[in-house]
């Protein structure tokens, strides 16, 4: 009887032993595909915000003024600019996406509002994002905060549409600066939308009658497991996402 008891005594320390060291590779496993899922995520949430952001800019860009300003946007956490802003004049007509041209056989077009985008820092940044980001300037720019939006403005400075009066034609906004205003939260109106959020930076280089932009996103769960989010540079981190591409405005 004792050697039976000795043997089931063994056995069952044997199938405990295996029982836990099953359950140890399980846990790993799972927290190993549980990072990846994770990272996976917030690389694919980096790169939806990206391709909101150029769909919208081709969108538009494409049917944009050659006479555009660009400048930076105001820094609003005390560091460097946000990014950049770029106002053009836009003739297309929002009911139907057609252009409006002038009613003198020119053809031209009828540019008859302001269009323009900018890169911001909400108002309540800390609460929409449970995290207080320190601005940090390279080279004018900051690229701590990796939650900024990119905001779509519509301002109409002669509302009278008359295709026939080419006093009625729009003019850029002089100065811009004024427009470019901090939103509470994600704003979503017919003057300022909410194109893309979790952005590091918007930033637009004039070349001729090309546009081109840099925009860059954060892989932000990512990140956060190995440094402090708002106070590090993402500028070139591993976690940092950048789309470049061009624009040619047509009109």
């Known amino acids: 009887m004792s050697r039976k008891r000795a043997h089931s005594l063994l056995e069952a320390v044997v199938v405990l032993a295996l029982g836990s060291?099953?359950?140890?590779?399980t846990a790993l496993a799972l927290n190993n595909a549980l990072k990846i899922f994770n990272n996976t995520s917030?690389?694919?949430t980096a790169l939806r915000d990206l391709s909101k952001a150029?769909?919208?800019l081709e969108m538009d860009l494409n049917q944009a003024s050659a006479d555009l300003a660009i400048m930076q946007s105001p820094a609003s956490l005390g560091g460097g600019a946000d990014g950049d802003a770029l106002n053009y004049l836009?003739?297309?007509n929002v009911?139907?996406?057609s252009i409006a041209t002038l009613a003198d056989g020119s053809g031209n077009p009828y540019f008859f509002q302001n269009i323009f985008y900018y890169i911001t820092v909400p108002t309540d940044h800390n609460a929409l994002f449970n995290l207080n980001c320190v601005g940090g300037n390279e080279g004018g720019y900051d690229y701590n905060c990796p939650h900024k939006m990119?905001?779509?403005?519509v301002e109409d400075q002669n509302p009278i549409y008359d295709p026939a009066d080419t006093g009625s034609v729009d003019s850029l906004l002089t100065p811009l600066a004024p427009f470019l205003v901090r939103p509470t939260g994600f704003p979503n109106t017919p003057t300022?939308?909410?194109i893309a959020i979790n952005l590091?930076?918007?930033q637009v280089v004039q070349v001729g009658r090309e546009l081109r932009v840099d925009l860059r996103a954060v892989s932000i769960p990512d990140a956060r497991r190995k440094v402090a989010i708002g106070s590090t540079s993402f500028r070139e981190s591993g976690y940092t996402l950048v789309y470049r591409f061009s624009v040619f405005p047509r009109n």
């Open 95 to 97: 009911t139907d996406g």
């Open 150 to 153: 990119l905001i779509r403005g």
């Open 54 to 56: 150029r769909r919208a």
């Open 192 to 194: 300022r939308d909410t």
């Open 42 to 44: 917030g690389r694919d």
């Open 90 to 92: 836009s003739a297309v």
């Open 200 to 202: 590091l930076t918007f």
């Open 21 to 25: 060291f099953v359950t140890l590779v």
